[in-house]
Nanobody, 123 residues
Framework: VQLQACGGGLVQAGGSLRLSCAAS????????LGWFRQVSGKERESVAV????????YYDDSVSGRFTISRVNANNTVALQMNNLKPEDTAVYYC?????????????????WGQGTLVTVSS
């Protein structure tokens, strides 16, 4: 099972980036997919999570209104559109898959992690 994330980079404050993650190696039917981020010395935190059907989404308060999570089940992909980026969004971003939705929010339900992709926002 592999989750391959891409799309990170360096951007100025106010700019946008789009992260993508492709999952392979098994079917992810029923799985919630999400994005988490981690700053050195701090715990990994949930940023956005989307349910299998897409009917449920979660956003951390710090990104609500600026980030949008989406998924395409036919391709086993999940994306995170990040707009109006701020320096405090700088972190390594990880995609993840797990069940159930509510436990994925707290990382306890995450079963698979992707490798991280670095997002750096300059002021």
């Amino acid at each position: 099972v592999q989750l391959q994330a891409c799309g990170g980079g360096l951007v100025q404050a106010g700019g946008s980036l789009r992260l993508s993650c492709a999952a392979s190696g098994r079917t992810f039917s029923g799985y919630a997919l999400g994005w988490f981020r981690q700053v050195s010395g701090k715990e990994r935190e949930s940023v956005a999570v989307i349910s299998w059907s897409g009917a449920r989404t979660y956003y951390d308060d710090s990104v609500s209104g600026r980030f949008t999570i989406s998924r395409v089940n036919a391709n086993n992909t999940v994306a995170l559109q990040m707009n109006n980026l701020k320096p405090e969004d700088t972190a390594v971003y990880y995609c993840a898959a797990g069940v159930p939705f509510d436990r994925v929010l707290s990382r306890r339900g995450v079963k698979y992690w992707g490798q991280g992709t670095l997002v750096t926002v300059s002021s």
